[in-house]
């Protein structure tokens, strides 16, 4: 059982005794609080699976899923702008694009390739750790 779960359980054990009791109105702050960390754990809960269906297999997007947008692209240098990083069935992974236009990939070199999945360009490295 987890820690959240036991807390609940106490907070709803304290509300049947304050309410055997007499004392309605701490009964009732209790249930309160109990139904407070219930919700917010299971938002929680989630935000987790939406973050971590989001980042799984490492960041890669398979292409079934999503082709990337303008605002999935960042620029290390001017001459990449538009550019993620992709990989292939046999495991390869490159930089290149992706154009909405003929619905084709190509390597930097502009050769065609066929993408399984891909990603965003992580921001630049830099020393002082300002982006």
């Not at 907070?11 to 919700?39: N, P, Q, S, V």
């Not at 917010?40 to 269906?53: D, G, I, K, P, W």
């Not at 082709?67 to 290390?76: A, G, I, M, R, T």
């Amino acid at each position: 059982m987890s820690m959240i779960t036991e807390q609940i359980n106490r907070l709803r054990k304290a509300a049947d005794f304050r309410h055997t009791i007499g004392d309605y109105m701490t009964a009732g702050l209790h249930i309160e609080a109990a139904e407070t960390i219930e919700a917010l754990s299971e938002r929680v809960r989630a935000a987790n699976m939406e973050r971590s269906t989001a980042y799984y297999n490492g960041g890669w997007i398979p292409v079934k899923e999503r082709l990337p947008e303008k605002n999935d692209y960042k620029s290390c240098h001017e001459v990449y702008d538009g550019a993620v990083l992709w990989t292939n069935e046999d495991g390869l992974v490159g930089m290149g694009y992706y154009y909405e236009s003929t619905k084709r990939w190509s390597d930097i070199n502009d050769c065609s390739i066929s993408v399984i999945a891909w990603m965003p360009l992580p921001e630049p490295y830099r020393e002082d750790g300002a982006v």
